[in-house]
Each structure stands twice: as C-alpha cells, then as structure tokens.
C-alpha cells in the first residue's frame, strides 16, 4: 500500500514535469524570436551584433557589463528609449521612440541573457 503510494507520487511528479518542461522552454524560445523580430525592425542589428562591436557594443559585451546588476532591466529600458552615450564612450545612440514597454523588456532581457540566437 505504501509502497503503491510512493509510486503514484513519483509517477505524479514525472507527469507535472514533463507537462511543464516543454511550456517552458518554448517561452524562451519565443522570447528570443520576437526579441530579434523587434531588434530586425527597430535596425538595433545595424549598430549591434551579437558578438562583436559595429557601432555600438556588442549584445554579449552588455550582458557581461550588467552581469549581476538588479537594475540593468530598468536602466537599459530607459537607455534605448532614450538613447544617449557614456557608458561605452563619447558615440551617443538615437533615441528608439517606436517601442512600448513591453518590446523594451523583451529586448532588454534577450540582451542580458547575451542575446541567444540559436539554441
Ligand atoms: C545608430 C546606432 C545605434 C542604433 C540604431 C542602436 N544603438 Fe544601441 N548603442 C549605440 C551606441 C553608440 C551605444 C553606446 C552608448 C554609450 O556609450 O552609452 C549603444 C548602447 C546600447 C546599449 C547599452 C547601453 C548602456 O548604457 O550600457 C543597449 C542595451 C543598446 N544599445 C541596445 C540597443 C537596441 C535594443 C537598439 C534597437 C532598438 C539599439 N541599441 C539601436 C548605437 C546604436
């Protein structure tokens, strides 16, 4: 009996999990192809690769930069709204005045990830 118990427990357990694996995974997924739909759009990848400096620092070079800061979010939301320099050096980036703040969050949080582009 008690054994049987422990049994529909575990099996319980290894249902929940598998049910829910899958839902998270495909969230980042998702995350990180609007995040890029939203970067394609905005031209952010005209001053910005993932690995390497074009204009501006690289996505990897930011996430490096903010690692470990708990108001990168909300610093970084405002900067690309904003635009402006100082952080990288004297070349200032333009204000993104099209994104609401639910595209600045993606983007920010893809960023702080390091920007992911495969799996
Ligand atoms: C015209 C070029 C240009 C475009 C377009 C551009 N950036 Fe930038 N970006 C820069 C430059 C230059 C810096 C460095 C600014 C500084 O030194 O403070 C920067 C800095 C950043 C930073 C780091 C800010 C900081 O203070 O550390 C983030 C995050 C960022 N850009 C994201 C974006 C995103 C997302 C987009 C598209 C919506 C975008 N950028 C579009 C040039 C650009």
């Keep these: ?9 575990i099996l319980f357990l290894f249902a929940a ?8 995974q495909a969230s980042a997924e998702d995350e990180k192809a609007i995040a890029i739909a939203i970067a394609k759009q905005n031209a952010c990848l005209g001053c910005h690769a ?17 690692k470990g800061d708990a108001n990168a979010q909300a610093f970084l939301k405002n900067k690309i709204a904003k635009g402006g ?22 983007l920010t949080s893809w960023i702080l990830r390091g920007a992911p582009n495969k799996n």
């Design 1 to 9: 009996m008690f054994k049987k118990r422990v049994t529909v427990k």
């Design 17 to 24: 999990l598998a049910y829910f694996m899958p839902v998270a």
């Design 50 to 66: 993932i690995n390497k400096k074009i204009v501006g620092p690289s996505f990897q070079a930011i996430a490096e930069k903010y």
């Design 85 to 106: 320099s100082g952080s990288w050096g004297v070349v200032p980036m333009p204000a993104n005045t099209k994104l609401n703040d639910a595209d600045l969050s993606t």
